[in-house]
């Protein structure tokens, strides 16, 4: 299945929004909304971090309608190095690779357009399936807590 990533549109909360609100998606977070979440509040927060100078945003889009299924982001971009987050947030797509492929996505355009050196991310411990996903795209582990994971690539 193809994967692609394009820039989050504040038009994305029109799907984004359900999934904020799907305790099982936000389940190896650590966080959780504390309100349900609109669209209205889902579509202001795209549009507010959408303007932050040291992020990035994309949408995941599989299939040959590019159908919006998760995000993938960087966040606390340097000249050197960012964190990297994501979600499939369309459950459907859970477990089919899709994760993967738009970490690798990401990954080349760390290197390629932002040329990065690092990109870390910090993951529960019990999320076992996105840890073997970020190992397969060359993640290694540099650090351990009770509850998380740190991991680097290199690029």
Not at 46 to 55: D, M, Q, T
Not at 88 to 101: A, L, Q, R
Request: hydrophobic letters at 35%; aromatic letters at 10%; a positive charge.
């Amino acid at each position: 299945m193809e994967v692609t990533i394009r820039p989050l549109e504040e038009n994305d909360a029109k799907i984004s929004y359900l999934w904020r609100n799907d305790i099982e998606i936000w389940k190896y977070t650590g966080s959780k909304p504390t309100q349900a979440i609109t669209y209205e509040i889902e579509k202001e927060w795209i549009k507010k971090v959408l303007k932050r100078e040291n992020e990035i945003r994309f949408a995941i889009c599989v299939g040959d309608n590019n159908e919006y299924v998760g995000n993938v982001q960087l966040t606390n971009i340097t000249k050197t190095d960012a964190e990297f987050h994501i979600f499939v947030g369309n459950k459907e797509f859970h477990n089919k690779g899709i994760g993967t492929k738009a970490t690798n996505l990401i990954l080349n355009y760390s290197d390629k357009v932002l040329q990065l050196k690092i990109v870390y991310l910090f993951v529960n411990k019990e999320n076992v399936a996105a840890i073997k996903s970020y190992k397969k795209c060359g993640f290694y582990e540099i650090e351990r807590n009770k509850e998380q994971l740190k991991l680097i690539i290199k690029l």
